[in-house]
């Protein structure tokens, strides 16, 4: 009514996004509207590359435009070590670090007795298989400093401790605190701090 | 390096729009690449629409698909009053108040002598010929109560004053605030108790 409806649709689900809310959702809208040939269009254009093709990694869960991940294909990458993380979201965090130059493997959440997410949900005997079969030597578990990422990094521990050897993220990660908000420097600080478990 | 060049320059083309920053954009692609199909796609698509539909009224400068907008075209909603607004957004929380049955003419900014923003610039000469033109009655002043909109305020209501009644908008607006904050039903109790300038 107040404006046409794929204008509106546009606004309720730029709305829906993280970190927009209804007003800041019309706020961009118009904003992308006024400047449509500099900002509407290509935005518009990259977003349709990127659903065409983004997919997640085969072995490690990234998200790239490749079954397997530029990490993953980097043979420098393969350095016996794999971190494992929660989300994409904590790897890309741990790249803009700069400092680890091994692999990784991206969990997709954390252990959840409350919301029935297992071992198998999170590609625990996945990451078991990797360590077996890529010859790794050390595990780093980058998990959030929350319950139940401290829970996930015990579990895996347990499993993986009799193959190779688990460390942590140490200094620097404060508690309650997720990795994600982090600056670089202080996610470089905990790995070069990293300790056994 | 991170991630591919397309997923790159869609997070830094988001963490432009206002509201949203890196680590919100990031968070929003990620969340749009992990629910594709449900997500990413149709918004995709949906923004491609906008872009090659959306267009400014050339009558009153609300934003639409058609080169008159719905209301410009409503014969129902010409009541004999004009509302002037700063910009679309403030006439969308008009509609969204949902008292107003008239019509619109949006300025598309205050009047700046700092910004070297000029009468002309606003379209105040076209606003002048509406009121003329389409038999106007009363035209409601409902811009921000910031210094730059009640300067403008001013510079309208002395324009107009002996052609139509000017009256702006009274009760609920308060001192320094900015109209598409405001609920609607704010909105609607200020609109009730406009007073002549
Ligand atoms: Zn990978
Ligand atoms: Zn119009």
């Known amino acids: 009514m107040n404006s046409p409806r794929d204008i509106e649709m546009l606004i309720e689900m730029m709305a829906k996004l993280p970190g927009l809310g209804p007003r800041s959702a019309r706020r961009a809208v118009l904003h992308l509207i006024k400047k449509r040939e500099l900002l509407l269009t290509p935005l518009a254009d990259v977003m349709q590359i990127v659903a065409a093709t983004a997919r997640e990694?085969?072995?490690?869960?990234?998200?790239?435009?490749t079954d397997e991940c530029e990490i993953c294909r980097d043979p420098k990458r393969q350095t016996g070590e794999i971190c494992v993380v929660e989300d994409v979201a904590d790897l890309w965090a741990m790249e803009r670090g700069a400092v680890f130059k091994g692999r990784y493997h991206v969990l997709g959440g954390t252990l959840s007795a409350l919301d029935g997410v297992g071992p198998e949900d999170l590609g625990i005997p996945r990451l078991i298989a990797r360590v077996d079969a890529e010859g790794v030597s050390e595990v780093i578990l980058a998990l959030n400093a929350t319950v139940d990422g401290q829970t996930t990094a015990h579990y895996i521990a347990d499993q993986l401790e009799d193959r190779v050897a688990v460390t942590s993220l140490a200094q620097g990660v404060p508690i309650?605190?997720?990795?994600?908000?982090?600056?670089?420097?202080?996610?470089?600080?905990?790995?070069?701090?990293?300790?056994?478990v």
């Open 57 to 65: 990694c085969v072995t490690c869960g990234n998200i790239g435009t």
């Open 176 to 196: 309650g605190g997720e990795l994600d908000y982090l600056d670089d420097g202080t996610i470089s600080a905990a790995l070069k701090a990293r300790k056994r």
